[in-house]
């Protein structure tokens, strides 16, 4: 049976749908298989992301609604055999949205693959609260910004709230010179401040951008320092002790954050 996570944030613009197709993707590279599940209801952005809007015959609405099986919805990633998605649809009404079948299709789901990524919704709609009733385990992502940290310090709350058995943490957009200027909370006051497990951070990095617009994940392109950070927040999810990436001893630092 492999892992259901969702991955979710408490407001958006904080990269969560970027970090979930390139965590997906490192993992694939890793030799799990993955699936991937857009529940951003109404915005369908990862199938855009993944170059994948073009072959998109079937969505989530198609599968709960029985029209077609799982198998027929599920799109190959160009870059990656072990890496799927299920694309989100814009028609669906989420307080319409069957959360008990949707369980039942991501626990099957989770006997074909290592790893089953639920894209969850920012903040806590109702399209948040289907992702969190399938899973044990929920990643919030967050930036350093105040407003960030607030918010998913509430989405926390609701979670313990919710019995959720395990909680993670990883910070997007990581920039130490914002820390140094007094921009950005510091990465040990938001440890302290959201008091869950923390897998990691991304750095700041424009070809995270720039890869979404393509159509291709950032990690593709490998043995860069953002290849690393996903690297270690995927191995630190598998249960492996590593040390996050050492910025300040590589010649490519003062380049990237000049």
Known sequence: MGEIIAIASGKGGVGKSSVVLNLGETLAMMNKTVCLIDMDLGLKNLDYMMGLENRVIYDLKDVMEGRCSLKKAMLQDKYNRNLYLIPACKSIQIDAFPQAQLKQMVEQLAKQFDYVLLDSAAGIEKGFYCSIGCVRHVILV?????????????????????????ISFLVNRYHPKNIEKGVSIPLEDAKHWLAVDFLGYIIEDEEMQRSGNLGKPAVIKRNQLLSECFQVIAKRLQGEHVALPKLHNRGIFAKLFS
Do not use: H
């Open 142 to 166: 967050t930036t350093l910004d105040v407003t960030a940290l607030q918010d998913a310090d509430r989405i926390v709350g609701i979670l313990m709230q919710e019995g959720m058995e395990q």
